[in-house]
């Protein structure tokens, strides 16, 4: 039988002890790692607005939500009822911020924040803010040769909201207006929006993963959700997105894609029914 020394057997007890120190902290990292969840986002369009009933054209001015609004918003929260949220964001506009609430409210998540941001706002437009839609509809089209509105739309297809973002702005550099606007204060273009949605939505993705993953609901605007979805994913026809429709999106391997259906009014309408 082999014998040791005082020393050597000191020796050997402190090189277990690291041993199982270090396999310790490998197991626990291990099981930290396999706990973090998905990190899933429900990208949501506010709720109807006085500027969506009146025809106007919304952007940055902070037109309220209306009666059916907020009736929209609390269903969408009941249908969104055992979604546990670990964060919330919305644009700095009040019916960004209304229809979140509501819906963490109605949703069972009334405890959690609603982050504001500025950079989920709806596209700016400048010179043409609080226009009739209407009455801007044929001067737009021109921009791109087109008789009107429909038009436009009909033979821009998924391309429409990006051409309506750039017609606005190309309008208003020009002063077409004659308006005194400073340059911050003019419409954006489809690539500044898009930029600024796309870091927000990337910067709201990094750091729920970083706090071990989750839902989040982010609520924005029709044209800035289109415009950033026109980029994310080749799902995009450019349809028109109802108030509170959600698309939801998952966030991987440092990337965001689409899951399931955009502009989807399937929690919206699960919650009127229960509201009945």
């Known amino acids: 039988m082999m ?20 396999g310790g902290t490998t197991t626990a990292q291990a099981k930290k790692k396999t706990t973090t969840k998905p990190v899933t986002i429900y990208l949501t369009r506010h709720g109807e607005t006085t500027g969506n009933v009146m025809g106007r054209v919304q952007g940055w001015s902070d037109f309220p939500l209306t009666k059916n609004g907020t009736k ?3 269903d969408l929260g009941r249908g969104l009822k055992g979604k546990k949220f670990v964060a919330a964001y919305a644009g700095n506009l009040t019916r960004q911020q209304v229809t979140a609430k509501h819906a963490l409210k109605y949703s069972g ?5 609603v982050n504001v941001s500025k950079y989920l ?15 801007d509809n044929a001067l737009i089209a021109g921009v791109y040769g087109f008789k009107n509105g429909d038009e436009m739309m009909a033979k821009q297809g998924k391309n429409y909201w990006t051409k309506l973002q750039d017609a606005y702005y190309k309008l208003d550099k020009q002063n077409s ?15 500044q929006v898009e930029k600024r949605m796309a870091k927000e939505m990337k910067t709201i993705a990094k750091a729920t993963k970083k706090r071990g993953g989750g839902n989040v609901l982010v609520v924005s605007s029709g044209m800035s ?12 026809k450019g349809t028109p997105l109802k108030n509170v429709s959600v698309t939801k999106l998952v966030y991987k391997n440092g990337k ?7 502009g989807s009014m399937y929690y919206a309408n699960k919650g009127a029914k229960l509201a009945k």
């Open 109 to 113: 998540n009334k405890k959690v924040k």
């Open 225 to 236: 959700i289109n415009e950033y979805l026109s980029t994310v994913t080749k799902k995009y």
């Open 256 to 262: 965001i894609s689409v899951s399931g259906n955009i």
């Open 72 to 74: 929209v918003a609390n």
């Open 177 to 191: 207006q004659k308006t005194k606007l400073v340059k911050a204060d003019r419409a954006e273009s489809s690539k």
């Open 3 to 22: 014998k040791f020394g005082k020393q050597v057997l000191s020796v050997l007890a402190v090189t277990a002890g690291a041993v199982a120190m270090i």
């Open 121 to 135: 706002r709806e596209g700016g437009y400048g010179s043409f803010e609080g226009d009739s839609i209407a009455t």
